[in-house]
């Protein structure tokens, strides 16, 4: 669950989505990178995600 | 000439000293120059013990997956956010390890990496979580990069060893960050003042970096000679200059009245007022909170929302339908906490909004075992008995 703007990095919300297995976890924290400012393959380089498990940021969560 | 926090800043002129000062007055002048983007904070809340999912449904939404009703649902008391909130279901973890029978996932909730060694009661973090990458990234200018919080059950209080250290969060493979689960201790770090010391309306005033950086100054005097020293002695004399009231409204900067951390209830509540405390004096743009966290301190009672057994017992439920799915109220408890929070940050102007513009909450679940793989998040339920209804 996500609350905020992120200075205005996150979409505007009030959204429920159920990714029903298509997306992992990773893949949240990537988007949650992203809208800090931070480089999100950064924290996957750091954390040797497999690559089946980083598909790429929820895209759906960034402005 | 009255010398302003803003003001000094704009006035320093860094040559040489910039690399001896270090990043964290960089980013001060930056944002006292209005050149560098204002930094965004974190907040993660960790719920130990797991999810039930139907309690973190919104009770509908529309084709577009827009919620139209929070009604029924835990999330109620956050209603007021909810423009911009987003509920994420039913994400694949990447790996499925939960430790200790199943009761969290422990680093790997926030690493997404698998614990070391696998569903060891004891293991090591496989690498960093994303709170702690996120510090590195945003909060190396902060005297606290990351702020971690733990709240334990009374009986985790008094049984906390070593070994038994609350841990879900880590820097590097095997470099696991304690939390701080003592109010009064978490206090002294975030403000370094004790409690008897603060009245609630006593603005806290800014020592923050300053100490540091004319600590380091000091130090550094003596290797320097001729102009680098009277420019280094200048530096130093502004950056005093800076140990005033905080930049924000000093009526937004208090030191928070501390519960005294004896109950439960006490524990949270304190826990949640230092981690407002410490994002709106600016110690920090990273809080992590751990609400009983790991497999070792699941057994918290909220005896103060009514309920008589434990939350390891509600997790579990067995064979009592009136266990299971019954946590209804814990969670709302801490979404309407969570909503305090985002409240508070709201209040406080910044730039040309609020604190909560430049803040990202993420209320995540610590798992536990789900029943059969492939596992989800958030996690199911741990029992095969029919959860109650919301």
């Not at chain 1, 609350?3 to 990773?26: N, V």
């Not at chain 2, 679940?365 to 596992?375: E, F, K, L, S, V």
Request: charge should be positive; proline fraction near 7%.
């Amino acid at each position: 669950m996500v609350i905020g703007k992120a200075g205005g990095a996150l979409k505007p919300a009030g959204l429920y989505r159920d990714y029903r297995q298509a997306r992992s976890l990773a893949d949240l924290y990537g988007a949650v990178a992203i809208a800090m400012g931070a480089d999100d393959t950064t924290f996957a380089r750091q954390s040797a995600l497999p690559l089946e498990n980083r598909i790429g940021p929820l895209e759906d969560l960034l402005a | 000439m009255r010398l302003t926090r803003r003001n000094a800043l704009r006035g320093l002129q860094l040559g040489a000293g910039a690399a001896l000062l270090g990043p964290a007055l960089g980013a001060w002048l930056g944002e006292a120059r209005g050149q560098a983007p204002q930094r965004r904070r974190l907040v993660v809340f960790l719920e130990g013990g797991g999810w039930e999912t139907n309690r973190h449904k919104p009770a509908s939404t529309d084709s577009n997956s827009k919620i139209l009703e929070l009604n029924r649902s835990s999330l109620l008391p956050l209603t007021k956010h909810l423009p911009i909130l987003s509920v994420i279901d039913n994400l694949r973890r990447p790996f499925h390890n939960a430790a200790a029978g199943g009761h969290s996932e422990l680093f790997s909730a926030l690493s997404c990496l698998p614990n070391e060694p696998k569903d060891s009661d004891n293991p090591q973090p496989g690498g960093p979580t994303i709170d702690s990458f996120i510090a590195s990234q945003v909060g190396q200018a902060d005297r606290l990069p990351l702020l971690a919080l733990g709240v334990l059950s009374d009986k985790g209080m008094k049984d906390m060893t070593v070994r038994r250290l609350a841990c879900t969060l880590a820097s590097a493979p095997r470099e696991a960050i304690p939390y701080i689960v003592h109010p009064e201790t978490a206090r002294e770090v975030i403000f370094g003042l004790p409690q008897l010391e603060v009245s609630t309306n006593q603005p806290l005033r800014r020592r923050l970096l300053t100490d540091f950086l004319v600590a380091d100054i000091a130090r550094l005097r003596g290797k320097l000679a001729g102009t680098e020293q009277r420019k280094l002695d200048r530096y130093a004399d502004q950056l005093r200059a800076l140990d005033t009231p905080v930049a924000t409204p000093s009526t937004e900067c208090l030191a928070p009245q501390a519960a005294g951390g004896i109950t439960l209830r006490a524990r949270i509540e304190d826990t949640f007022r230092h981690a407002t405390a410490a994002l709106i004096c600016r110690q920090t743009h990273m809080v992590s909170i751990g609400m009983t966290p790991s497999n070792k301190f699941l057994d918290a009672t909220y005896d103060f929302l009514g309920y008589t057994k434990d939350n390891h017992a509600l997790n579990h439920g067995g064979n009592d339908p009136d266990l299971l799915g019954n946590k209804g109220q814990i969670f709302a408890y801490h979404a309407g906490l969570l909503a305090k929070l985002c409240d508070d940050l709201a209040a406080v102007p910044e730039g040309s909004g609020t604190m909560l513009d430049n803040t990202l909450v993420l209320w995540v679940n610590d798992n536990g075992a789900p029943i059969t793989p492939p596992a989800t998040h958030p996690f199911a339920r741990w029992s095969s008995a029919k959860p109650a209804a919301p």
